[in-house]
């Protein structure tokens, strides 16, 4: 039985895992966050303290309560601090053989029988990432969105031999959070992403093609279609432009043409333009003109 007393283990505490940890810890649990980085585990502190101070100064949150949900978190260097989980949440680097390897791993170690083992990968395949271990029907997809705090959404992603046993035990755990929980067969980038991927691949295309600007894709985007911001403006924001041009080659190799994306995205990729925060991605953000 899954309860907010429940032992939860997230590995990795980059931005998204730090998200998760902070998550956890606003609805009462008391997770337990495992980062080998050191700088990231300072990160992952500073940014869950900023972002719970943002709240107090909004009004939206009691300083007290800030204190006790940081006081409800740990982090710690040692992946040992998984045993005894009830539940383990992978959110590592989205690579494949990375997430397989850390599996590994977790399988060799000294886990309860019932503890799950998920993995927040946005696209990849969990039945390949559970194959490494003894237990696939404890095994399952738990895609968080971001900014995970707000995002209502979580997609419960079945893997070949994942149990529905635990896949209603995943969902149960999303209500406790307060989200909404989807099922997804295990298929390249599950349903939202593939939706978002397929929405970038076409407007990349439309550039190519001559048919419009990145920027009128944009305010097509937000204008025509109700999207609070146009794709390329997304993955900017994000910081995902190496990570789409990643993904999307693997969904073109699982499932087809429909999902390559042009060669002009790639390369703003390999010139290391990957979004916002490194001042330029589609957008160049040190003139604020287009790429």
């Known amino acids: 039985m899954i309860s907010k007393h429940s032992k939860i283990k997230i590995i990795g505490v980059g931005k998204v895992g730090s998200s998760i940890l902070q998550t956890f810890?606003?609805?009462?649990?008391s997770p337990v966050g495992i980062e080998i980085d050191q700088k990231a585990k300072e990160a992952?502190?500073?940014?869950t303290e900023r972002n719970l101070s943002s709240l107090v100064e909004k009004g939206k949150m009691a300083d007290k309560t800030?204190?006790?949900?940081?006081?409800?978190?740990k982090i710690t260097g040692d992946l040992s601090a998984a045993e005894g989980a009830d539940v383990v949440i992978e959110?590592?680097?989205e690579e494949m053989n990375t997430k397989k390897e850390l599996f590994k791993k977790l399988d060799l170690m000294n886990l309860p029988a019932h503890t799950l083992l998920l993995t927040n990968t946005s696209s990849l395949s969990v039945t390949e990432i559970s194959s490494v271990t003894r237990r696939p029907d404890r095994c399952a997809g738990m895609h968080f969105f971001n900014p995970v705090p707000i995002m209502k959404l979580v997609e419960v992603v079945r893997g070949a031999e994942t149990s529905m046993e635990t896949i209603e035990t995943v969902k149960e755990l999303a209500r406790l959070l307060g989200k909404v929980p989807?099922?997804?067969?295990?298929?390249?980038?599950?349903?939202v992403n593939r939706m978002l991927n397929a929405l970038a691949c076409e407007a990349a295309r439309i550039v190519e093609e001559g048919v419009g600007s990145i920027e009128d894709v944009d305010i097509g985007a937000k204008l025509g279609l109700g999207h609070?911001?146009?794709?390329f403006e997304l993955f900017d924001y994000l910081n995902a432009v190496g990570l789409l041009v990643h993904i999307t080659e693997y969904m073109e190799k699982e499932l087809g043409s429909r999902f390559r994306m042009p060669v002009w995205v790639k390369n703003l990729a390999r010139a290391g333009r990957l979004g916002k925060a490194h001042g330029k991605g589609f957008y160049d953000y040190t003139s604020k003109t287009e790429a």
């Open 91 to 93: 959110a590592v680097f």
């Open 25 to 29: 810890a606003q609805q009462g649990f």
């Open 44 to 47: 992952a502190i500073q940014n």
């Open 66 to 73: 800030k204190k006790e949900i940081l006081e409800r978190m």
């Open 228 to 231: 609070p911001m146009g794709p």
């Open 182 to 191: 989807i099922v997804s067969k295990d298929s390249p980038a599950f349903i």
